[in-house]
């Protein structure tokens, strides 16, 4: 039997066995043992490397300068010893002739930890100065698995058209897209030379607009992944909000320090028209889903509707009780909502130019304390609001997050909270706890917020690199602890889930899909397994109909998929009108997630083309489900077209 161990300065010692001399220490070893069958085989093996004496047989060195051990694990099965080092180079030997199998360099930041699978052959490193994930299959010196997220907080986040991809922009001055369903990231644009501020998709076609604090405005293509267009204004600003018009032809971005309002030609790239009006930074940028408007809140108390493309150039001010954090049309561009820093979310009614209503958010929004807060968080809301707001397809609701660990969803028409999530319990970050607790304050101050930089072990730990001015929030304060809150927030235009950008990364909630038995219209004949006979005699409408009353998800697909494809156009044109909304549902689940694409194409044509004046005129109820099958179509014409 033998024991590794490393040292943090490159040292790997061998320890073997040594038979005991002492009779003493011989009879306590054979009875530790000889342990009754009761003392499980972990506890008789701490026993016996507690009650053997080792000597060292062995002594080894990495032998690289300047470079410290920081994560090691030992596969015993295959004797392997991964070990991970400062520089961000892993090495892989075979113990315990200490052979090197390979040394690679894998990130710039050292590796923070490291695994190996049970079967040995896939390794698994994470980098956590860049955040990021590797898996490498060691055999065929191949990577499995590269993901690096945003190495500071995300700003921005939209979601495509057809739901299924997020675009997000962070402090890094990053843009990321990543595949909903998978939660991967697929590509990375680097070209953005500060933060990037805004994000935005067209609303047709593969393009993404970014804005940036860098004074640039970028258009990227997501078919060939290359910015394609990038838009610049006279004197250089820095531009902290975005807004595309539903053509894609125009994009808009609202700048920090000149207050104004860019307008630029995707086609042509040149800078069509500069809004001025506002004398405060503009903080939020929206277009009108008709095209014709466009809306901006701003730091000077007011939000302005501009009538960008009418000869007039009419400005309609909407005055505020104070500054306006961020602005959001309903869906149908009749009703303008905006949150400002009071913790109020304000709605006006676009075409009579009033305000509707109002909605008083900062005590539902209230929640987590400060290291240095003095009060519990239930008595202090005052810094608490919303920054990011979104509508959801249909226009009932809305989502709203900012400067608090939670996001809240409100029923416009009754101005009532629905539902209010918490994005995070890690009590490393700011504004988790509820609480005072007097056990961590000191003379000094709390406890989280003593530099103790200075005990570390390692002197690149001690070592203080930021450059001045580089680091976030207060720069009188000598430590800055990052804070749970959301940055942006967003619907999925299927109406299927919500994304938030916070603190903790992006996170996506999704309605659950698992079966819930919500039986309606069900009488005592209707069971499986008459449903099964049914099926049998060749009753496929009836087999359909007496699924969806016993709604559970495996019946309703065994009586989809047995229709032949014969009958579905006649079997689709008789579909009770009660029944469309869970069917059509269930076809875009089924095209997402099961491979008979000709089949599912073959039923959403038959319903589309049978019921397509009752679904037009229910347009709006039915949004989020056209949505989910566009996205399926979508699914299909990407897998075919790589075949």
Not at 305 to 327: D, I, K, M, N
Not at 396 to 406: D, M
Request: charged share 20%; net charge negative; proline share 3%.
């Amino acid at each position: 039997m033998k024991i590794y161990t490393v040292s943090r300065d490159g040292a790997v010692f061998t320890w073997q066995a040594k038979k005991t001399e002492d009779d003493e220490d011989s009879d306590i070893e054979v009875d530790m043992l000889d342990a009754p069958e009761t003392v499980d085989a972990a506890t008789k093996f701490d026993n016996r490397v507690a009650y053997t004496r080792w000597g060292l047989s062995k002594r080894d060195y990495f032998n690289m300068a300047h470079t410290q051990v920081v994560c090691t694990v030992f596969h015993a099965k295959t004797s392997l010893l991964v070990v991970g080092f400062s520089t961000g180079v892993f090495g892989l030997y075979e113990m315990p002739s200490f052979t090197n199998i390979h040394t690679l360099s894998i990130s710039q930041e050292k590796i923070a930890a490291v695994a190996i699978n049970p079967s040995g052959e896939w390794l698994a490193f994470g980098a956590k100065g860049l955040g990021q994930l590797l898996v490498r299959e060691w055999q065929s010196e191949s990577y499995v698995l590269k993901q690096q997220g945003h190495y500071y907080d995300m700003n921005a986040l939209t979601f495509s058209q057809d739901g299924q991809n997020v675009a997000t922009g962070g402090e890094d001055g990053k843009v990321k897209v990543w595949n909903v369903r998978s939660g991967f990231c697929f590509v990375t644009f680097n070209e953005h030379s500060a933060s990037v501020s805004a994000v935005e998709f067209a609303k047709q076609g593969q393009v993404l607009f970014t804005a940036s604090l860098d004074g640039t405005v970028r258009a990227f293509d997501l078919v060939r992944y290359r910015n394609f267009r990038t838009f610049t204004s006279p004197t250089p600003v820095q531009f902290s909000s975005i807004a595309v018009d539903p053509s894609g032809e125009v994009v808009c971005a609202g700048s920090q320090d000149s207050f104004e309002i860019y307008m630029w030609s995707v086609q042509t790239g040149k800078l069509l028209d500069i809004l001025t009006g506002h004398t405060a930074p503009i903080s939020s940028l929206a277009f009108n889903p008709t095209g014709d408007q466009i809306a901006s809140s701003s730091w000077d108390k007011s939000i302005r509707v501009w009538s960008v493309f009418g000869r007039s150039r009419a400005t309609e001010p909407f005055q505020l009780s104070t500054e306006a954090l961020s602005v959001a049309y309903r869906p149908d561009g009749k009703e303008l909502a905006a949150s400002t820093l009071d913790g109020q979310i304000t709605f006006f009614d676009v075409a009579e130019s009033k305000q509707t209503g109002v909605i008083e958010g900062r005590k539902d929004i209230s929640g987590g304390r400060l290291i240095d807060d003095r009060m519990s968080a239930a008595n202090n809301a005052s810094t608490k609001y919303f920054n990011s707001m979104a509508y959801t397809a249909d226009g009932s609701c809305l989502i709203a997050g900012g400067s608090s660990k939670y996001v809240v969803i409100y029923d416009v028409r009754d101005g009532v909270m629905v539902k209010k999530f918490q994005i995070s319990e890690n009590l490393s970050l700011d504004g988790t706890q509820e609480f005072l607790d007097s056990r961590k304050l000191t003379d000094a101050g709390p406890v989280d917020n003593l530099d103790l930089r200075g005990d570390e072990e390692d002197l690149q730990d001690r070592l203080d690199n930021t450059l001045p001015g580089a680091q976030r929030g207060d720069l009188s304060k000598r430590k800055y602890r990052r804070a749970a809150r959301t940055m942006c927030v967003r619907f999925s235009p299927t109406g299927r889930s919500w994304a938030a950008a916070s603190t903790e990364g992006l996170l996506i909630y999704g309605l659950d899909e698992t079966t819930i038995f919500d039986p309606f219209d069900l009488d005592i004949d209707i069971t499986p397994q008459s449903l099964v006979e049914t099926i049998a005699d060749g009753d496929f409408l009836m087999a359909l109909i007496m699924a969806f009353r016993l709604n559970e998800k495996s019946l309703i697909q065994r009586a989809y998929e047995s229709v032949p494809p014969a009958d579905i156009q006649l079997t689709a044109r008789q579909i009770p009108q009660v029944y469309l909304l869970a069917f059509m549902r269930f076809i875009a689940n089924h095209a997402e997630t099961q491979p008979h694409v000709e089949f599912d194409l073959l039923w959403i044509t038959a319903l589309l083309t049978a019921h397509g004046a009752y679904l037009g005129a229910r347009s709006s109820e039915f949004a989020s489900v056209f949505r989910a099958l566009q996205k399926g179509v979508a699914d299909f014409e990407q897998t075919i077209a790589k075949m």
